[in-house]
C-alpha cells in the first residue's frame, strides 16, 4: 500500500512489540515518526490466509483492512514469496505463499487495526525498507516501488 505525502511516498508497515513495551503513543499513522522502543519492533507487511471460498484478491482486500485498520483499492498483482517456517513446536515445517498486491488506500486509520499487531504506521518508503524484519519483504516493497514509478512514469 502506497500513498504521496508532501511528494514523498510512502507505506504501511505493521509492528509486533519483541522483549519490551509498545512504541511511543500517539505515533502511529504519522508520517515517518517510529515508536521510540524501534528496536523492539518486528515491522512486516501486512499478510495473511485467505477464508474458504475467498478469491486472493478478497483475502488481501480483508487482510489489510484487518490488520492495518485500512480501507484500500487493488491496483496490480506486485507477486508472490514463498517460504518455509517451523511450527510452535519447532519439529513440524510449513510451506507458505504469500501474493502481494500494489494498494492506495481510501478510507480507515491506522490507529483502528486489529489486535493481531501491536503497531500500525505510515513510514517514508526508504525507512521502510530499514525497518522491515524480513528480507523477503524488503524484495516485494523494492518491486512495488519499480511499479509506482512505471505507474508515475506513464502518466
Not at 87 to 114: I, N, Q, S
Not at 132 to 148: F, K
Amino acid at each position: 500500500m502506497y500513498q504521496y505525502v508532501e511528494g514523498r511516498l510512502q507505506t504501511v508497515l505493521c509492528g509486533h512489540c519483541v522483549s519490551g513495551g509498545a512504541g511511543s503513543p500517539g505515533t502511529e499513522g504519522q508520517g515517518s515518526e517510529r515508536p521510540a522502543s524501534q528496536n523492539n519492533i518486528r515491522w512486516s507487511l501486512a499478510k495473511g490466509t485467505p477464508d474458504q471460498g475467498e478469491t486472493l484478491e478478497e483475502t488481501a482486500l480483508r487482510e489489510v483492512r484487518e490488520e492495518t485498520g485500512l480501507e484500500v483499492k487493488l491496483e496490480t498483482s506486485i507477486g508472490s514469496i514463498d517460504y518455509w517456517f517451523a511450527g510452535r513446536d519447532g519439529e513440524a515445517r510449513y510451506h507458505k505463499t504469500v501474493h502481494f498486491y500494489l494498494m492506495v488506500p481510501v478510507g480507515g486509520h491506522p490507529d483502528d487495526h486489529d489486535p493481531e499487531f501491536d503497531v500500525v504506521q505510515w513510514f517514508n518508503f526508504d525507512e521502510a525498507l530499514k525497518a522491515l524484519t524480513y528480507p523477503n519483504e524488503v524484495g516485494v516493497l523494492r518491486q512495488a516501488a519499480q511499479l509506482i514509478n512505471q505507474q508515475k512514469g506513464s502518466r
